[in-house]
């Protein structure tokens, strides 16, 4: 489902195409191997030709045809029949509107094309040409048409001869010949006056783009030269095409912005140029709200989709007629709505969006889908109120669920509500006002946050670690304490069994030696197991992970990745080829282990026999030899605790150096958001055309920072203004910097506590917390420290800060002290002219003067060429004269009508029920002249 508008819209228009009647016919004649042929049978090949013209106009992407031929139009209804009966016979018609015309001689010798509705009927159509004079027959059986000879009629008076005919009458267009020394142009010398005086809004070039002519000749059709005239006249560029392989259909196309295939469509084209006429393809913008449907809905149900304008989309009605509701629930379906995010402390409009989704959308039965274009792609977002937490995402085939907050960084769509710019200033508003100003830098700032939430895991990670090591060397000194306690307990009691026979003395050592080596076997047959399952582990992760991205199908066809998947498959089979050897030879290692372990077993059962012998020989030293044989006992079970905690003491020992590396990169990235920041807001003055200007401020927000110290010192007693104090200390020179020195000393006492060296020795001297913090507070700081407490304090930030101030005159003052129309002129400026996603506007002229919607006029008819404009709007003068391809009037929660402004029906809404609709018409008609 690619739903498509009813607006006004972009189409690629070849304006000036003939048909083979044409006298300059080029290349083999259809008609010419007929003889004798009946009626039917050239209609027949007129109809087969006009297929093919059909056909090449699709290929070629034209999606607006004329046939003009000289002062008839014999082929046009044979276009419009096959139109008609291609339309009829699939379930969506195809993308080409045809309009029927003629090429006009003028009695001054001045040529001009006439161009009727797509809908006209033949019998209008050759009444208008009775009405110029034009021969009634044009021996519609011949293979040529009708001899062109002059019209009774100057080019100047058409118009009016056409006009005051009602039928007629609004169903035609005029567009004179201006190519610059073309035939029969009126762009000649001598001419200049009456050009100045013609009654048409527009004209056609031959083959030729206004890029193309000399720049006296733009500037006379751009009225830069009075003598010629005062006001732009709408350009198209035509191919002028005449030939039977269709070779130049299409060379000197223009994209025109047309609401439907009317002379009234192209009027307003014309009217309107700047926006409304291109001459190469026009850019659409990388994202995009495509369409909305609601069920489930008490107020606005929009079962079928309403599809949107991808330039500008008005939406009007009364107060009360659901243009809020249509904005809200299309914020809700990309996690931006009133649910999700803002703050009724400095946003007026958020308990008031808040109740329109509680109260329009059914808590149970409540859906909102809308269509998002992305890079090209059909998105569609899915989100429930009874399962808000979540949007289900589908993408072709494929079907996700993401939480609001992934959706509003996947589609970063910017809204904004009535009355909530000209709220931006407040402090409480600090962080939405940033976001606004940096919106360009947006996707590199969420991948910069990205990045830092990465790092600041494992910042928590090698924490984890180094707590972990300082755990086992406590543990460690606590063992090796006993271990020197255990020996001496056993030399004494050696000391006390010298009387043994030395035998005896013999026998018992070398059992003690074969306990310690078969501990050693043990540890290094334990520690070899572990070594080898990650390396067999890792061997087959590689060889999985290689053969999935191989898999036939997968790989792209371009000879490269056809190379590399070769270089690839041989790796893979020296590689499972190593695997192999490295199988069988462990294999055959564990064989020889296995046996000398045994072998070893059978000895050591040997062994312990004479021991236990000799040990029953020596009754009389009983109380000795079970002491001697809890020693061993103790001190063997400590010494496998202690090689076990050497190994992990091993494996823990750079923790600590890893997180102070890693806290470097993590203030590296506070420098990159810094610089990205100061990036965002360089080009604010230009946005706004010096009315603003922006800098980082000198102080930055530590609101994290603020709260990271209230959580380390809380239940410490230490009073509130010490630590403001340490706070100030950190900000001063550089904060980044600063928050790192204090997490040093934290860290110093972290390990003094762990370690156990609480216990056995003074606490370091810290240079920042013994200077602030009272030694009482500081003392309960220390015992209360945990982990978990640090680890949230070291992925602390400091966040840039925007300064924004307003410009007046020569002086500057805080944009908080502006007035409320100050501050939304200024972020509506910023708004318009930043490059972005689709930008939401409810009612932006809310906080605005009359003096300032011209502006705002003027930015919008510029900011819809780079991104999406979705307004509700009360303001005409936004609708009329910032030329909305699509508006949408709605009544009472329902749609009343969808159209352009080209629509007459939308044209009286507007005017009856807008705010200045009329006198928004006639700006736009003393605009123009017309």
Known sequence: MNPIHKGADYRKADLQLHSPRDRNWEGVHPEQKLSNASLEDIKAVRRKWASEFIDNCLEKGVQV???????????CWHVIEELKFRNASFSEDIDLWFMPGMELTCKDSAQALILFDADITKPLFEKARNLLRL??????????????????????????????????????????NVTPGGHKTVLRTGFHKRFKELPYVGGYLDKVYPSDLKD????????????????????????????????????????????????????????????RILYESPNRPTLLVKSISVSGAEFLSLPEPLSFSHQFTS??????????????????????????????????????????????????????????????????????????????????????????????????????????????????AEKRLFDLITEPQREALNQVEKNRLNVASELREHLEQAIKNWQYEKEYRKLNAQLITLKAGLDNTMVKLQAIPSETQGVMERYNIEIQ??????????????????????????????????????????????????????????????????????????????????????????SKSQYELAMSQLSQHKVELDQLKRLEREINEAQRSVDDLEQKIQHTKGAYILLTEKSGQYMALQ????????????????LTDNLARAELSEKADLAELEQAIKDLFASSGVRADRLDKLLDHVATKDPIVGWWDLMKEVFFILKWNTTGLRETEKRPTLDLLDNIIDPGGLEKFCERLDIERVS?????????????????????????????????????????????????????????????????VSATRQAKIKKQLLFAT??????????????????????????????????????????????AFELRRKKYNF
């Not at 009360?874 to 969808?898: F, P, R, Y």
Request: glycine share 6%.
């Open 65 to 75: 045809a004329a046939l003009t031929d000289h002062h008839e139009g014999v082929y």
């Open 135 to 176: 021969p009634t027959e044009c021996y519609d059986d011949q293979l040529q048409g009708i001899e062109v000879t002059l019209l009774d009629f100057n080019i100047d008076e058409i118009q009016g001869v056409l006009e005051h005919d009602s039928e007629l009458r609004d169903r035609f267009i005029i567009l004179p």
């Open 216 to 275: 006296g000749d733009q500037r006379i059709l751009d009225g830069q030269i009075p003598a010629w005239t005062s006001e732009k006249r709408g350009i198209i560029s035509t191919s002028d095409a005449r030939s039977s392989d269709f070779s130049a259909l299409g060379t000197f196309a223009t994209w025109v912005k047309l609401a439907e295939p009317t002379a009234e469509s192209l009027r307003q084209a014309m009217l309107a140029a700047d926006s």
């Open 315 to 428: 939406i009007i009605g009364g107060r009360g007629s659901g243009k809020s509701t249509l904005l809200e629930f299309i914020r809700f379906a990309v996690g931006q709505s009133a649910l999700d995010v803002g703050d009724s402390k400095w946003d007026p409009t958020h308990d008031r969006r808040k109740n329109i989704l509680k109260y329009a959308l059914n808590e149970s039965e409540g859906v909102v889908e809308v269509l998002i274009e992305k890079d090209g792609a059909i998105i569609e977002l899915i989100r429930s109120r009874s399962t808000q937490d979540r949007i289900i995402m589908r993408v072709q085939n494929l079907e996700q669920a993401i939480s609001p907050s992934d959706a509003r960084k996947l589609f970063p769509i910017q809204a904004y509500s009535q009355g909530e710019l000209s709220h931006l200033g407040d402090e409480k």
């Open 517 to 606: 080596t078969t501990r050693w076997l043990e540890q290094i047959i334990q520690e070899h197991q572990q070594s080898y399952d990650l390396l067999f582990g890792a061997f087959q992760n590689h060889l999985k992970l290689t053969e999935e991205r191989l898999v036939a199908g997968k790989i792209p066809t371009a000879k490269v990745a056809q190379d590399l998947s070769i270089l690839l498959l041989h790796q893979m089979e020296t590689a499972n080829d190593a695997l192999r050897q490295l199988v069988t030879e462990n294999q055959q290692y564990e064989q020889q282990q296995t046996e000398l372990i045994i072998n070893w077993n059978k000895g050591q059962v040997d």
């Open 671 to 686: 420098r990159e958001l810094q610089r990205l920041a100061r990036k965002g807001i360089s080009v604010l003055a230009e």
């Open 792 to 856: 949230r304090a070291i992925t602390a930030i400091v966040r840039p800060r925007v300064r924004l101030l307003q410009k007046r005159g020569i002086n500057e003052i805080e944009f908080s002290r502006a007035s409320q129309g100050e501050k939304a002129t200024i972020l509506l400026n910023v708004l318009m002219r930043q490059e972005g996603g689709p930008l939401l506007l409810d009612q932006p002229e809310e906080d605005l003067d009359n003096r300032i919607i011209g502006d705002i």
């Open 874 to 919: 009360h303001n005409a003068n936004l609708v009329v004269n910032g030329d909305a391809e699509l508006v949408i009037d709605l009544t009472a929660g329902s749609i009343s009508q969808i159209g352009a402004i080209d629509v007459e029906s939308l044209r009286v809404s507007i005017t009856d029920t807008m705010e200045g609709g009329k006198d």
